[in-house]
């Protein structure tokens, strides 16, 4: 990210570029598939600047995934509204978006819980917490709407079926958003049917 001499930096966007250049690496190979001398090399900036933007390589890793969750979450809330005020219609609609999602060339799983996954603790882990907690609001919306029995339950079990699928997804599973979609219709269908 070189500079030409007497230009001025813009700190909102040199920021913005790395994390947008670094959120692409870390996706496709990994917390530690790239240590940060690689990293700095190949996001054009020097490690006084990543340093200067994010504190650390923990502090980019941390800003990657807020980031990554902010846009999934807003991408699948927005779906579910999309397809207007019917649950069911809404809970198809976050499946059919995640299908798009897995069908796409670059597509190697959840970015957040695959670094929950490779680092146990600390800032992964809690990012992951919250990603989770806000698909289980979603996905707990649309079952309270659909007047099911028990919405928290069902919300879990939704979101066990959305992560379950990224998974079978990553691993070559085609039919993972289609599958899951069905069980989790017929999990709303069965506790709007419970209902008194």
């Not at 200067?52 to 990657?64: P, T, Y």
């Not at 807003?74 to 779906?79: D, F, H, S, V």
Request: glycine content about 10%; hydrophobic content about 45%; overall charge negative.
């Amino acid at each position: 990210m070189p500079v030409p001499k007497g230009a001025s930096l813009d700190p909102v966007q040199t920021r913005a570029t790395i994390l947008r250049a670094a959120t692409g690496l870390l996706y496709e190979r990994g917390l530690d598939g790239i240590g940060v001398a690689e990293l700095c090399a190949t996001v054009g900036a020097s490690k006084e600047t990543l340093y200067r933007h994010f504190g650390s390589k923990d502090g980019l890793v941390q800003a990657v995934l807020e980031a990554r969750s902010d846009h999934v979450v807003r991408w699948l809330r927005e779906a579910a509204e999309a397809a207007g005020d019917d649950p069911a219609g809404q809970l198809a609609a976050v499946f059919d978006a995640l299908a798009g999602w897995y069908a796409e060339p670059a597509f190697r799983g959840c970015a957040i819980v695959n670094a929950s996954a490779q680092w146990h603790d600390g800032v992964p882990r809690t990012v992951a917490a919250r990603h989770l907690d806000r698909h289980l609001d979603l996905l707990t919306g649309i079952a309270r709407r659909a007047g099911a029995r028990q919405p928290e339950v069902l919300g879990r079990q939704l979101l066990m079926l959305v992560e379950g699928a990224t998974v079978l997804a990553d691993h070559g599973e085609r039919d993972a958003a289609a599958t899951a979609k069905q069980a989790a219709l017929a999990l709303l269908r069965q506790q709007g049917e419970d209902t008194p």
